[in-house]
């Protein structure tokens, strides 16, 4: 099949950026959406011009590298899978395919279809851990969780960290990202020591981070590739109140007399 | 030659380790963050290392690739960890998990490491819990347990079909916290060009920034590669897209013994390949086999669909070949045996590709049971290949996956160059010829949490306030040679794309180094291979400019030491004159088929030493000793 593409290119951070159209041939059915782009990059280098950037790396929907918009949709027209994962049989002969990278003011673009996501580190750092040293440590077994709460966690743990929510939210919020990790750990036994601070630092990075406010469009949920639900944006937020309201960890300390 | 010690403690092999503890020399806390510490790699091994350093109190400095430290190749492993917990009363123990590794690895690993590594394990899913790793739980709260192939017990620990993902997780977390405790310094998008030796001991790295293209340098007590393995010297294999040999190979071009090139998995449950524009193949995991038979049409060129072929008509071949083990043979075996029968003409639909059929399974246990283990699997699938697994059977074949061999290290970890570490899938490790399901992440966790963080101390202890800044002039030397290397790629003003290069030395190595190797084919091979080198620095092009993000530059720096690599590893399979585990020379083999070892002659590792461009490479060997598990014949029947 033949395609015809219209690939953002950007020099670098600062340097303004257009869409550049190629057309393909020879794209086959089977082929994923980056091998389609490979194919895209070796035409480009054997006529003399510079291939397009982009990110990826496990290829097959697990390491969050790759960040295509396709289409004006983040990761493309694929339910619940990331750009590698989209087989180019989700287009027809003939289509026009317009390719985007992942667009937020906290996720500067480095080269045409690659941007900087490492503001979600960052979120990481503010308290998306529990704190422990390497060392023996407790039989795992003396801690029991129930299989419905492991698997809760699970299915929170499952953020592959792409950013998709991000692009796709018409705020830019990374509630879904954050939610999902604020509850992965606060579902877990380990995690209760320090899970209201966890919620409310890493709720304030995200702010300071520059992304914006959830306003429940719940765009977010449709475009993340593992399926996050939003129900963690409640259960992030639900954990937010409470530390802000009572912050039950936090020693008080004697009254002051003044 | 190099002189190689590998500083095996004393005493009965049980009490090795905890001897070695109780008399590794150590630093105190007050004096730990006047050291520096680079780890390259932020996989399972380099992540779990760091941040334990840094949590001693080490000023660490770490870099990878990708554009964060959570993207590592890792991240991917599916099916689980191993650990001999025993949880299932089912006779499992360290001695146990001992026995199956030296034996999976058809007896071509260190004793004495393969010990360390089954008595560190089970610490390992205590750890991981404690980080809040997700393991699958029983109803009643406890870890659950599956079966993995090569062994008799129930020891592999998961997290759905994600265990990778989370374990690195986990990892990559308590790194982070390291970061923001200001402990550890993250350089992610950027790549090792170069290690400096002062004085015969590693003082640092030379690297380049992927995003600026900018050569800058850090000076360190201790460098740690941790950079992972080398499957992609095929071009198609089950790794990620990026994964590479250069930090090893640079490593190795200043002097580290490379161990063992040839020892290279071919996994046997992958998606077969579709077409050449294929730059990856999928791996279903092995997990699989515990409920998936494994067959093909005993009549050559059947094209009958799979559920109009009666029983009889169906080649179970491994339940058939191996009563005992059956589906669950080690990999080497049931990938060796995938490729007998496409061989002898009996692939599915006359194509290379067997059946793995989960209709029996569904039969017994139900679609829920079978989709609650496997379904993010059978979505995987069906999402490539348009076929439900649920409804016929998963097409599979062999594929590259995992490379055993790697820079030679001692008990310590440490490479036969003082202050230089290799852990994880980056060094020959502890798997032998051949590796078993689910302990390669087992591996890279007991390097980087448990074993790494203890024995670093004694070569630190040594050099206490004996700094090295970076206006030492090695530095400025070593950064100029890199800069004058990416010039001179950026310089090839050829036709023909780094990946097309690459691919074609893929194809070369998959026909002559892959899953059965002669004599003749490796010669041939070698020679092959120098002529892509001469395609690579006559008829190869590298676009775009060196002083920006530039992928095609990266891969062209990369090639030039698969190329190498590549040389080398048909040179070491051609050497290693016996058939052992993974390693298949068809001149040594039984009459039906299976490998023929020469213990007397090849009961070693063999490290090799770079002597220079254009000059051949030198073999030392390190003799390894069989006294807690005497040699014995592998058999799985
Ligand atoms: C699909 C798949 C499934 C698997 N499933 C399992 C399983 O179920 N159980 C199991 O035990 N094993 C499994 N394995 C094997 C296991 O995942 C790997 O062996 C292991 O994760 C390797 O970890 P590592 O830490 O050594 O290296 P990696 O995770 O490969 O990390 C390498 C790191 O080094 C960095 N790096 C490399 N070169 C450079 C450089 N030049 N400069 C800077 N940084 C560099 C990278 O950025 C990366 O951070 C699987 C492997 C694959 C491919
Ligand atoms: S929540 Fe979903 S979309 Fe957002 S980063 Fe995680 S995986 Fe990607
Ligand atoms: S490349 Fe890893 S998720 Fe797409």
Known sequence: MRVILHVWRQDGPEASGGFERHELSAVEPDMSFLEMLDTLNEQLISNGHDPVTFDSDCREGICGACSCVINGRPHGPGHKSTTCQIRMRAFCDGDEIWIEPFRSGAFPVVKDLMVDRTAFDRIIEAGGYISTHSGPKPEPNASLVPHSIAEEAMDAAECIGCGACVAACPNAAAMLFTAAKVSHLGLLPQGQPERWKRARSMVEKMDEEGFGACTNFAECQDACPKGVSIRFIGRMNRDYMKAALCEPETRQGPLKAH | MLELDASIPEGDIREKWRNHLEHVKLVGPRNRPKYDIVVVGTGLAGAAAASSLAAQGYRVHVMCFQDSSRRAHSIAAQGGINAPKNYRNDGDGVYRLFYDTQKGGDFRAREANVWRLAEVATGIIDQCAAQGVPFAREYGGQL????????????????????????????????????????????????????????????????????????????????????????????????????????????????????????????????????????????????????????????????????????????????????????????????????????????????????????????????????????????????????????????????????????????????????????????????????????????????????????????????????????????????????????????????????????????????????????????????????????????????????????????????????????LMCRDALERDESCGCHFREEHQTDDGEVVRNDEAFGNVAVWEWKGEGSPHEKTTEALSFDALPLMTRSYK
């Open chain 2, 144 to 567: 659950a347990n599956r079966s993995f192939g090569g062994v008799l017990v129930e020891r592999t620990f998961y997290c759905r079909g994600q265990t990778g993902q989370q374990l690195m997780l986990g990892a990559y977390q308590a790194l982070h916290q390291q970061v923001a405790a200001g402990n550890a310094v993250m350089y992610p998008r950027t790549e090792l060009q170069d290690v400096v030796n002062i004085d015969g001991r590693c003082r640092g790295v030379v690297y380049r920034c992927l995003q600026t293209g900018e050569i800058r340098s850090i000076a360190a007590d201790a460098v740690v590669l941790a950079t992972g393995g080398y499957g992609n010297v095929f071009f198609q294999s089950t790794n990620a897209f990026n994964c590479n040999v250069t930090a090893a190979w640079r490593a190795h071009k200043r002097g580290a013994g490379f161990a063992n090139p040839c020892y290279v998995q071919i996994h046997p449950t992958c998606i077969p390949v579709s077409g050449d524009f294929q730059c990856k193949l999928t791996l279903m995991s092995e997990s699989l086999r515990n409920d998936g038979r494994v067959w093909v049409p005993k009549k050559p060129g059947d094209t009958r669909r799979p559920e109009q072929i009666p029983e009889d008509e169906r080649y179970y071949y491994l339940e058939e070949r191996y009563p005992s083990f059956g589906n669950l043979v080690p990999r080497d075996v049931a990938a060796r045996n995938a490729k007998y029968v496409c061989d002898e003409g009996l692939g599915v639909d006359g194509k290379r590709q067997v059946y793995l059929d989960f209709a029996d399974a569904i039969r017994d246990r139900g679609e829920n049971v079978i989709g609650e283990r496997y379904g993010n699997l059978f979505d995987m699938y069906e999402e490539i290949t348009t076929d439900s697994p649920y409804k016929v059977p998963m097409r599979i074949f062999p594929a590259v996956h995992y490379c055993m061999g790697g820079l030679w290290v001692d008990y310590n970890l440490m490479t036969n160059i003082p202050g230089l570490y290799a852990i994880g899938e980056a060094n020959f490790s502890d798997h032998g010829a051949n590796r078993l399901g689910a302990s390669s992440l087992m591996q890279c966790l007991a390097d980087g949490y448990m074993i790494l963080p203890q024995t670093i101390n004694d070569s630190l202890h040594d050099i206490y306030m004996d700094k090295v800044t970076t206006d030492h002039p090695a530095f400025a030397a070593h950064e100029q040679s890199v800069r004058d290397h990416i010039a001179g790629l950026m310089a090839r003003r050829g036709s023909r794309s780094p990946m097309a290069i690459h691919k074609e030395l893929g194809e070369v190595m998959w026909h002559h180094c892959g899953m059965a190797r002669t004599a003749e084919g490796l010669t041939e091979a070698m020679g092959k291979i120098d002529s892509l080198k001469h395609a690579c620095e006559h008829d190869m092009v590298v676009p775009g400019r060196a002083d920006t993000t530039n992928q095609a530059l990266e891969r062209a720096g990369r090639l030039g030491d698969f190329l190498d690599l590549a040389h």
